[in-house]
């Protein structure tokens, strides 16, 4: 069995935990593969690239924290292999175990000893006024939100070709399940079920406290167009990164990818105790 490692390089305590990971596995009689950025930064020859990686990778290990996870998933490309998220610190919402559970990480993957969780990928196609295209996969969000103006701006939010709203926001929010505990949730977004199909459409603190979250199923199409050019260029992201500049014909679709990602679960981890853990949740 392979093992892809995968490790954020600025992340401290990445070359130790690299390290101990790499030989619990050989102990195993488990073949470790690094991926080329992690190989070339630690000093490492060879490594291969994501796409690479997710073929030859039986699992997947991602050595940082939940941004670390979803910079693998742009580097995998939607990898259809179990990706298990080893945090450096404490456990987070996408993180299979910590540093110090690297041996239990191990032995799960030995025995089979663990369960996937599918998750919901993003599919964002971006049409520029020029013509140009581009596409992102993303896990947890898509953005359109204003630019370099420091006041509201305008938007349209369609569903399948229909009218949703017209928002005068800060921009607007399309979050998966998993993506309903990060920056939707910031928004005052509603916390969901990671096997739920749906997605979430949260507004950014919009000028008229009725326009709340809206809650839809996965199987639509949502587009964003900006609708003032005197608001200037907008920014769209994905996941926090790949921004991009949208002007005033531009349009942005999101849509459900074809591509799954399946997070590593070791027994008696679920995303409610992420929850319990991380939102601090105490009974009565």
Not at 56 to 79: E, F, P, Q, S, Y
Not at 120 to 141: K, P, Y
Request: glycine residues 12%.
């Amino acid at each position: 069995m392979i093992v892809g490692i995968i490790a954020n390089p600025h992340k401290e305590g990445s070359r130790r935990t690299l390290d101990a990971l790499a030989k619990v596995l050989a102990d195993r009689g488990l073949e470790s593969v690094l991926e080329e950025t992690t190989a070339r930064t630690f000093g490492f020859e060879g490594g291969l690239p994501g796409a690479e990686l997710a073929r030859a990778a039986d699992v997947v290990a991602v050595i940082g924290g939940d941004g670390t996870m979803l910079h693998a998933v742009k580097k995998l490309g939607g990898c259809p292999k179990p990706m298990a998220g080893i945090n450096i610190g404490n456990l987070g919402f996408l993180t299979s175990c910590t540093d110090d559970e690297i041996e239990e990480f191990a032995d799960a993957v030995v025995a089979g000893n663990f369960t996937t969780s599918e998750r919901t990928l993003l599919d964002a196609c971006v049409e520029r006024a020029d013509g140009g295209t581009a596409s992102f996969l993303a896990l947890n969000e898509a953005v359109l939100a204003r630019g370099q103006t420091g006041r509201l701006v305008a938007l349209q939010a369609t569903i399948d070709g229909e009218v949703l709203n017209r928002y005068r926001a800060d921009g607007l929010i399309v979050a998966s399940p998993t993506g309903s505990t990060a920056y939707s949730l910031s928004a005052g977004g509603p916390l969901i079920s990671p096997s739920a199909g749906v997605f979430v459409i949260t507004p950014i603190c919009p000028h008229t406290l009725s326009q709340r979250s809206l809650v839809v199923s996965d199987d639509v199409e949502i587009e964003l167009t900006p609708e003032e050019p005197s608001d200037g260029p907008m920014l769209f992201t994905v996941d926090g990164r790949d921004c991009v500049e949208i002007g005033a014909s531009g349009v942005v679709r999101v849509r459900k990818a074809r591509q799954r990602l399946n997070l590593l679960r070791l027994e008696g981890r679920s995303f409610y105790a992420a929850l319990r853990q991380k939102l601090n949740w105490r009974g009565g």
